[in-house]
């Protein structure tokens, strides 16, 4: 698929002056537009599905879903939508994270004056994008990895388990998490019941105590 002559990009960060500051970025460049911006992860993925955008641009960690859980939702729905993930963390785990969710590349915050514009045109043309002064030693840690034999836990909720558990610990209601991720009260419920059932816990307050555990939400 060719290149657009200018990238339509939605952007999506929980921090307004965060946002300003990237869209400035980005919009100093003549390909590259910024046509939507979303606070949350649940907004992301309601204009990620249904607006035509040629290229999300997703925090990591926000409110109601995550960014990795919204780019492996998108990667479902529009596999033909650009996916790029921002974070704050240098963090070679969240980079294959990205990676796994359909992700092109990872790009550092505090790099994102030199590093996002070359992130975004590379993943319009379909190549990959990480942060150059980790690329090496993530490709050798990787390999490392496995030559030994490790594998990263996976832990037992599928993907829409742990959309749904980040979200209880947020403290929505079955309504709102319904809502958010577009499906019936009726299935959230099945997957709280689920998700109790795995993880042999009982309550809200267990479930919030594992979320913060496995990063899904911050303490």
């Known amino acids: 698929m060719p290149v657009p002559l200018t990238t339509r990009i939605l952007l999506a960060d929980d921090h307004e002056m965060v946002r300003g500051g990237l869209r400035l970025v980005l919009e100093s460049q003549p390909d590259l537009k910024v046509v939507a911006e979303a606070s949350d992860g649940a907004e992301a993925l309601k204009i990620g599905i249904a607006d035509d955008i040629d290229l999300a641009v997703l925090d990591v960690s926000m409110p109601m879903l995550t960014g990795l859980q919204v780019a492996r939702e998108l990667h479902r729905r529009r596999p033909e939508l650009h996916l790029l993930m921002l974070s704050a963390h240098d963090n070679e785990q969240y980079f294959f994270e990205a990676l796994k969710a359909g992700a092109s590349g990872y790009v550092l915050k505090s790099a994102a004056n030199t590093d996002l514009i070359d992130a975004c045109r590379a ?8 942060y ?14 496995g030559d030994r034999g490790i594998e990263t836990p996976a832990g037992p909720l599928t993907d829409r388990e742990q959309e749904v558990i980040k979200q209880i610990a947020e403290g929505l209601s079955s309504e709102e998490i319904a809502e958010a991720l577009v499906i019936s009260k009726k ?17 809200r307050v267990e479930l919030t105590r594992y979320a913060i555990k496995r990063g899904l939400v911050e303490p």
């Not at 993943?123 to 990480?130: A, C, K, N, P, Q």
């Not at 019941?193 to 795995?198: H, M, V």
């Open 132 to 145: 150059p002064p980790a690329a090496a030693a993530i490709v050798r840690d990787y390999l490392e990895q």
């Open 187 to 203: 299935t959230v419920d099945r997957h709280r019941s689920n998700i109790l059932e795995k993880l042999g816990m009982r309550n």
């Open 123 to 130: 993943t319009m043309r379909g190549e990959s994008f990480v």
